[in-house]
């Protein structure tokens, strides 16, 4: 069974720093690309970022370009989200998920259950 | 960037009804790369559809996708208690983007 589990959300300053984490468990890792997607309260889905599978190849929403770096560790089934110079509207649910591969990637077979990230003063 | 509009905004059916649910693109889109999902209240966004019309493992065949080009379509063939959510299109063009989402709500 495919699980991906988030951590790292929390109440930060604007301005301010935050590492997100997904260990992920059920499937070959290192075989698929992986995204984040956050979801403000309320509102609608806004995709975030990408990263292959090897690590090699990165995609970031403009929204968040310069700001946020996605990574990954295969040897520890780990991506992760490094924010920063954060803002009020990245306020959000941020998702890990992963990617659905060939022949149709960029589609988001499974998702975890989110982690809150709260910019506030 | 490739924008989305779903429509409606809302919809407002009955148990048993068949639900029809749109999705239009700014520019012409691969099929292989539209997708469909369900979200309930709480919970996590679930892939439904992919590549158009091609079901995900484990869903209902009264859930179908079709469409080409700028226009795709979401169908519920008789909606169950279960089926009442918010559901949204995606697409990967030159940048992934989705919908706003249409919410299907208890008549």
């Known amino acids: 069974e495919v699980q991906l589990v988030e951590s790292g959300g929390g109440l930060v300053q604007p301005g301010g720093s935050l590492r997100l984490s997904c260990s992920a468990s059920?499937?070959?890792?290192?075989?698929?690309?992986m995204h984040w997607v956050r979801q403000a309260p309320g509102k609608g889905l806004e995709y975030v970022s990408a990263?292959?599978?090897?690590?090699?190849?990165?995609y970031y929403a403009d929204s968040v370009k310069g700001r946020f770096t996605i990574s990954r560790d295969n040897s520890k089934n780990t991506l992760y989200l490094q924010m920063s110079s954060l803002r009020a509207e990245d306020t959000a649910v941020y998702y890990c998920?992963?990617?659905?591969?060939?022949?149709?990637?960029?589609?988001?077979?499974?998702w975890g259950q989110g982690t809150l990230v709260t910019v506030s003063s | 960037e490739i924008v989305l509009t779903q429509s409606p905004g809302t919809l407002s059916l009955s148990p048993g009804e068949r639900a029809t649910l749109s999705c239009r693109a700014s520019?012409?889109?691969?099929?292989?790369?539209l997708a469909w999902y369900q979200q309930k209240p709480g919970q996590a966004p679930r892939l439904l559809i992919y590549?158009?019309?091609s079901r995900a493992t484990g869903i209902p065949d009264r859930f179908s996708g079709s469409g080409s080009g700028t226009d795709f379509t979401l169908t519920i063939s008789r909606l169950e208690p279960e089926d009442f959510a918010v559901y949204y299109c995606?697409?990967?063009?030159?940048?992934?983007?989705f919908g706003q989402g249409t919410k299907v709500e208890i008549k």
């Open positions: 998920v992963k990617d659905h591969g060939y022949p149709t990637p960029w589609i988001f077979d499974y």
């Open positions: 059920g499937f070959t890792f290192s075989s698929y690309a």
């Open positions: 990263i292959s599978s090897n690590g090699g190849s990165t």
């Open positions: 520019q012409s889109v691969s099929s292989s790369y």
């Open positions: 590549g158009a019309s």
């Open positions: 995606q697409q990967y063009g030159s940048s992934p983007t």
